[in-house]
């Protein structure tokens, strides 16, 4: 069984760079077909797609956060990695990482998501 | 705002059915039949439903079904069971933009 888990700093002073990593486990992140999300929820609030990456390296983002998003990959860790630069109050979320079906999208596996807050 | 518009409440009694629905464009929920429906229960993680319109996992109850005509897919739980309180999330796959969410409904069983 595929699982996920979230880790990181709980908590970010405005425009410093938030940093979250996801351990992979029960499966390898080489695995052919797959993309590697990162997904985040403000309290209350409904889920944002922040971006993906690919075992080859390859990244997507989401266009509204693309200038201050980095997303990668260290294959020897079975581990990937969210920064996300400049962080304000509205970037407070539960982030979650998460597996998804290349091209349908669909996301299997999830996190158990962990809550970033963003306050001086 | 979100991409994919979702009514923000449904309700509905044990044993009845109740449907959402999640409006998009023909650039995501028309274009393509990769829409995915996930259920969420407070504080926790979102859990797939419904994948590529209407298929089930392994695991979820045949009570839940989807479907999609159009640029709106839906989903339908019969046989509302208290369990099935939570907040349902339908996602699209969208081309440019690979992965658009729904805002969110929150399904009350009375």
């Known amino acids: 069984q595929l699982q996920l888990q979230e880790s990181g700093s709980g908590l970010v002073k405005p425009s410093q760079t938030l940093s979250l990593t996801c351990a992979v486990s029960?499966?390898?992140?080489?695995?052919?077909?797959?993309?590697w999300s990162w997904i985040r929820q403000p309290p209350g609030k409904g889920l944002e797609w922040i971006g993906y990456?690919?075992?080859?390296?390859?990244?997507y983002y989401n266009p509204s956060l693309k200038s201050r998003v980095t997303i990668s990959v260290d294959r020897s860790k079975n581990q990937f990695s969210l920064k996300l630069s400049s962080v304000t109050a509205a970037d407070t979320a539960v982030y979650y990482c998460?597996?998804?079906?290349?091209?349908?999208?669909?996301?299997?596996?999830w996190g158990q998501g962990t809550l970033v807050t963003v306050s001086s | 705002q979100s991409a994919l518009t979702q009514p923000p409440s449904a309700s509905g009694s044990p044993g009845q059915s109740v449907t959402i629905s999640c409006t998009g464009t023909?650039?995501?929920?028309?274009?393509?039949?990769?829409v995915s429906w996930y259920q969420q229960h407070p504080g926790k993680a979102p859990k797939l439903m419904i994948y590529?319109?209407?298929k089930r996992p392994s695991g979820v109850p045949d009570r839940f079904s989807g479907s999609k005509s159009g640029n709106t897919a839906s989903l339908t739980v019969s046989g509302l069971q208290a369990e099935d309180e939570a907040d349902y999330y339908c996602?699209?796959?969208?081309?440019?933009?690979?992965?658009?969410f729904g805002g969110g409904t929150k399904l009350t069983v009375l």
């Open positions: 998460a597996r998804a079906v290349r091209r349908s999208e669909t996301i299997d596996y």
């Open positions: 029960g499966g390898s992140i080489s695995s052919g077909g797959y993309s």
């Open positions: 990456i690919y075992h080859s390296g390859s990244t």
């Open positions: 023909s650039s995501d929920v028309g274009g393509y039949n990769y």
């Open positions: 590529e319109v209407s």
């Open positions: 996602s699209s796959y969208a081309g440019s933009i690979p992965v658009v």
